[in-house]
């Protein structure tokens, strides 16, 4: 083969003939050539299985068939010995094959052929060589292909690929075989060096690396230490590391990397508020050709420290909150930072009420968990917008109004006002009179008010002897969305004025208000709405009872057929349900004239006419005597029922009967209701809890204009008010009341 390296290359011997009587035997050594004389191949007794003293018993020896005598025994140690410079090429020259070198690129293709060297056979003929056999292998085969002169060339033929980072190296024996008899063979080694190509990339232990690191770190400070292997050898297998083409200035004037040792370090300052986060992408390449890259990328996350004071920025300017808000609506979003944090949102923890606070004014402190901690403090200025949440209020739940008859029509009566708690267009409050009846003709044609300021005016004049008391509904609304609104009773009483001249009762025509019946229910709503109806009458064409006022008017003349004595059953219901109902027995007296009360006491002791004038004079010193008896009384009732006001609610009186009007004197109450703007006189006799009572009147011409209220007791506070209401409603001074029990409807 020509080559002469002694540390690779070897000598085939064919066979060593150890020869004796009865024993021989085959053993074979590999040794370098041209070895010193002396040198030991082997120990020949050991590998033959023999004694030393079999050595000189059997006369051990050594014969060659190349007829030069290269080896020699030593009898007394069995060793076989070099006996002569041993020259391979001259030895095995083309004659025999002793070890066969190959070298095949791992990127040959499968089914290349490699030609063998041809053995050699000094035997000619059918004793030459004959054929050829290869050591099984999966990667290769072995292909006899003839030439001229009858001799026959062995070939290698690769199976399928090499692949040198899995097996580098291959060892094969080809031996070859003559056609002698007995056969001889002849084998070769033959080794395949499997030569490297440039197949692999070079492979980093991760695809991704993460790794923080601090903002205050020193230039200089390693972050990373990269390792990409490449399982080619040589240059092929050498790797250099670089940032990626793409590398931003930024990274790269932040970071550098070793090519060799793919170590980065730091060679700029970090600052965590310009930049939290850097992304490098990392090649290394070998130095193959061509040259293959491997990548990774590093996911570097710069650490906050604290060197810088929190910051609060108004993400998003304070709104106006309404008062209705519900819990957590927002207000402001905030963003506290020291450069380094998060946002918050600033939101509502309860009800607001924006009449009890219409502004907020909220500290908001921002503090660092640092060391010293650094903290900054903001105000933010919250206003509550109104809701109409409030509706309008009434200086008063009700209102009373005392108005002279015959007033100037057009002239202000009473003003009411209301406030509301709210604010803007939701305070602004508008007065409206809401439709009712007042004897069957809308309040509206009465009075009217001033939408803007709650003045109440008349429309036209009002007369007593017509109209004594009527209610008026106002309402007080805002120009809220939606509106609220609340409403309130104002009760107008008309005070009598003396603009009426006696006039005889028998002569009263059609229309002639007799009396009224006024009775309060202690409900509300529909339930107290009261309606007035005439039950049983003496005569029933001759009396009539308003539906809605109570009331008594005549419905003709008067007419001396008539009887003086009148009887009305009254009765009163309520619009409830179930419906409440009471009833009222009128008695009217009818009278010719103002003296024939006192003329028929005096009618057998007739005076001539010129005692007249004596007559008169003591029909008035009477009248006058009566009259302080009367106010002595009325006084030391008053001083008495004051001072039995903390106990007592109610003051009795006794009272003459009419001049010749023979019916027993009976107790009466009469007790003011004060509980309210509403004054009423109630006058109570006998069972104080039936609901039905009797009053009897004696009518005198000036008593056609007195009228009942029969109202639920209630406590009294003052009597001169129940002085100064009899003086309105009981002008005449003559009147008689009876209390008698009526069994209630």
Known sequence: ???????????????????????????????????????VVGNLAKDLGLGLSDIFDRKLRVASEAGEQYFSVDAGKGELLVNDRIDREALCGPSAICEIALQIAESTAAGARFPLEIAQDLDVGGNSVRSYTLSKDDFFSLKIKDISGGRKVPELVLSKSLDREKNNIHQLQLTAIDGGNPVKSGT??????????????????????????????????????????????????????????????????MFDINSLTGEIRLIG??????????????????????????????????????????????????????????RGTVVALISARDLDSDNYALVTGGALDRETFSEYNIEIAATDSGSPPLSTKKIINVNITDVNDNPPVFSQPTYAVYLKENGVPGSIMYSVSASDLDFGENAKISYSILDSKVQDVSV?????????????????SFDYE??????????????????????????????????????????????????????????????????????????????????????????????????????????????????????????????????????????????????????????????????????????????KCMRNSNSSGSCCMRRSDCDNYKNPNRNMQIQLNTDGPIKYVEVLGGDMMSQSQSFRSCMSPMSEYSDFTLIKPSSTTDFKEVISVLDASLPDSTWTFESQQVSSD
């Open 188 to 253: 070769s080694q033959i080794t395949i060096n499997v030569l490297d190509n440039n197949d692999n990339f070079p492979v980093f232990e991760k695809n991704v690396y993460k790794v923080s690191v601090s903002e205050n770190s020193i230039q200089d400070a390693s972050i990373l230490k990269l390792t990409a292997e490449d399982t080619d050898e040589g240059p092929n297998g050498d790797v250099e590391y670089s940032f990626g083409m793409h590398t931003p200035d930024i990274v790269s004037s």
């Open 1 to 39: 083969m020509g080559y002469r390296d002694w540390r690779w290359q070897t000598l085939w011997w064919h066979h060593f003939f150890l020869l004796w009587s009865t024993i021989n035997g085959q053993t074979r050594y590999s040794i370098p050539e041209e070895l010193k004389q002396g040198s």
């Open 444 to 460: 509206s044609s009465y009075v009217y008010i001033n939408s803007d300021n709650g003045s109440i005016y008349s429309m036209h």
């Open 466 to 639: 017509k109209l004594k008391v009527f209610q008026i509904q106002v309402q007080a609304k805002d120009q809220g969305s939606p509106s609220l609104s609340s409403n309130t009773t104002v009760h107008v009483f008309i005070l009598d004025q003396n603009d009426n001249a006696p006039a005889d009762a028998r002569s009263a025509k059609a229309g002639h208000l007799v009396t009224k019946v006024t009775a309060v229910d202690a409900d509300s709503g529909h339930n107290a709405w009261i309606s007035y109806k005439l039950a049983e009458a003496t005569d029933a064409s001759l009396f009539t009872v308003n539906l809605y006022t109570g009331e008594v008017r005549t419905k003709r003349a008067a007419s001396e057929q008539d009887d003086s004595s009148q009887r009305l059953l009254i009765e009163i219901k309520d619009d409830g349900e179930p419906v409440q109902s009471a009833t009222v027995t009128v008695s009217i007296l009818l009278e010719d004239g103002l003296h024939e009360p006192i003329l028929d006491l005096r009618q057998k002791t007739a005076e001539p006419s010129r005692k007249t004038g004596r007559i008169t004079l003591y029909l008035i010193l009477s009248l006058a005597s009566v009259s302080v008896l009367s106010l002595v009384t009325f006084l030391i009732l008053a001083v």
């Open 269 to 326: 300052k970090l600052d965590y508020e310009t930049i939290a986060n850097y992304e490098i992408d990392i090649s290394a390449r070998d130095k193959g050709t061509p040259g293959m890259e491997g990548h990774c990328t590093i996911h570097i996350e710069v650490l906050d420290e604290n060197d810088n004071a929190p910051n609060i920025l108004m993400t998003s300017q304070p709104n106006s909150v309404p008062e209705d808000a519900p």
